[in-house]
């Protein structure tokens, strides 16, 4: 479709002006954690690392820091295995309600995050008797984390096809042999695709974490929000929310990469 000048150049400008309204925060959350001004007075009348150094001498960033990583690891385990799983059911088989448990399995990601955080919160404490702590918040990280895993190794495998496989099964592989040496190096991008952004996404999420947490566990984001309007926290919190944007964008990009890829070649 051949479009007039005037709407390309429209175009052209929406699109700068969305994205700038996305990122131009951003970067001036970037840029003072860097401001030698601990009041952020704007321009910048010089750059330091002292808030960088400040930050990591802090435990409480230290110690938010270790637990996000924790509970990141230890929800993209679940969700590897889970959504793995789960993919290869719904894609490999033919079973009645084979369409609502695809359903039921995306659905959590959709949900309202203070929805989600209050019914984990109530079946921990009330129904279950499981004290709210670091096993709490993984498995809430891992209601919406198996998400992203489902759905890249669910696309991955319909890309795939089952011409491989079979032919080498014709060839006398058994189902762990082909799965080995077959299916599991073309698809090994697409797990590594949804494992980078099921972390990224526990890293920095704060709602479910807010009521799955319990008294003393602390990730970053609840660090930051905690000491937001702490005067004297300020810069600090620019470093620590400068780091999230970091640790948030790098794993999204590299699953960006690794998802475009065509799974022959891999």
């Known amino acids: 479709m051949n479009l007039s000048r005037t709407a390309r150049a ?3 400008t929406a699109l700068v002006l969305g994205l700038g309204v996305v990122y131009v925060p951003l970067g001036v959350v970037v840029l003072n954690s860097f401001n030698s001004d601990r009041t952020f007075g704007w321009p910048p009348p010089g750059f330091t690392l002292q808030w960088w150094g400040a930050a990591w001498r802090s435990t409480g960033v230290r110690d938010a820091l270790w637990t996000s990583v924790q509970a990141g690891l230890g929800a993209t385990a679940i ?3 889970l959504g793995t799983m789960a993919a290869f059911a719904v894609q490999r088989y033919r079973f009645f309600g084979r369409d609502t448990v695809s359903l039921l399995i995306v659905l959590p990601i959709a949900l309202p995050g203070i929805v989600t955080g209050i019914a984990l919160s109530n079946t921990f404490h009330s129904v279950l008797g499981v004290p709210l702590g670091l ?8 209601t919406f984390c198996v998400v992203t895993v489902y759905n890249n190794v669910l696309a991955r495998l319909r890309r795939m096809g089952l011409n491989l496989e079979e032919a080498s099964a014709d060839l006398g592989a ?3 042999t082909t799965f080995r040496l077959v299916t599991f190096p073309m698809m090994r991008s697409a797990l590594l695709a949804g494992g980078l952004l099921a972390f990224a996404l526990s890293f920095d999420e704060i709602i479910v974490t807010t009521f799955t947490a319990g008294a003393g566990v602390r990730t970053l984001p609840i660090w930051i929000f905690e000491n937001l309007f702490r005067p004297n926290q300020a810069p600090v919190v620019n470093v620590v929310a400068a780091v999230l944007v970091i640790v948030s964008v790098v794993p999204i990009y590299l699953a960006q990469r690794l998802s475009g890829g065509d799974p022959q070649t891999r």
């Open 10 to 12: 429209a175009l052209w």
């Open 79 to 81: 969700a590897l295995a």
């Open 135 to 142: 096993f709490t918040v993984i498995v809430g990280h891992a």
């Open 174 to 176: 058994d189902t762990f």
